[in-house]
T-cell receptor, first 114, second 113 residues
Framework: NAGVMQNPRHLVRRRGQEARLRCSPM?????VYWYRQLPEEGLKFMVY????????ESGMPKERFSAEFPKEGPSILRIQQVVRGDSAAYFC????????????FGSGTRLTVV | QQQVKQSPQSLIVQKGGISIINCAYE??????FPWYQQFPGKGPALLIA?????SEKKEGRFTISFNKSAKQFSLHIMDSQPGDSATYFC????????????FGTGTRLQVFP
């Protein structure tokens, strides 16, 4: 397993389109976290998911954003009707279903809204 | 309560010098304090981490100093090298591995030869 895999690496969308970002956690990891990083800023927590459950979505914008982590397949962060302010790097991290183990980050998806 | 404050925002150090980055937190329930290194275009990579039951942890040239009473922790990079030039983030979480990380705002370190 090469680690946390995110795709696509770069995504360009026109205003009003939908963006779908995918994250495949490390093998054996069942917890997924999504973060957003605006240019020259830190990482802001968005959502924490376990298989088929949203555990903490306190950082998710109330509208247009949704996330899922189905029983099979990658976690998906979905942004509907994108606006220029959504342009950012979106990072996914994963951890195993055991306490006291750390987090592994993917290389991110860079979303550009034109 | 959930914030982690990081300083300085940027740091310039000469090769061989010591780089020091500081973080402060409010929530005394935080149980895990990692430092991440990020190069341009890459994801954050774990550098070193500490739990609140120890005051210092050293790994090679990297040391975390932790002051529980002051609610502060810092990263020291000894013998700084140009290859250390990157952005460094401190973070904290309530439960290691089963809770979100709260990140500081980052410090851009530049090490000049």
């Amino acid at each position: 397993n090469a680690g946390v895999m995110q795709n696509p690496r770069h995504l360009v969308r026109r205003r009003g389109q939908e963006a779908r970002l995918r994250c495949s956690p490390m093998k054996g990891h069942s917890h997924v976290y999504w973060y957003r990083q605006l240019p020259e800023e830190g990482l802001k927590f968005m959502v924490y998911l376990q298989k088929e459950n949203i555990i903490d979505e306190s950082g998710m914008p109330k509208e247009r954003f949704s996330a899922e982590f189905p029983k099979e397949g990658p976690s998906i962060l979905r942004i509907q009707q994108v606006v220029r302010g959504d342009s950012a790097a979106y990072f996914c991290a994963s951890s195993p279903a055991v306490a006291n183990y750390g987090y592994t980050f993917g290389s991110g998806t860079r979303l550009t809204v034109v | 309560q959930q914030q982690v404050k990081q300083s300085p925002q940027s740091l310039i150090v000469q090769k061989g010098g010591i780089s020091i980055i500081n973080c402060a937190y409010e929530n005394t329930a935080f149980d895990y304090f990692p430092w991440y290194q990020q190069f341009p275009g890459k994801g954050p990579a774990l550098l070193i981490a500490i739990r609140p039951d120890v005051s210092e942890k050293k790994e090679g040239r990297f040391t975390i100093s932790f002051n529980k009473s002051a609610k502060q922790f810092s990263l020291h990079i000894m013998d700084s090298q140009p290859g250390d030039s990157a952005t460094y983030f401190c973070a904290a979480s309530l439960f290691l591995g089963t809770d979100k990380l709260i990140f500081g705002t980052g410090t851009r370190l530049q090490v000049f030869p």
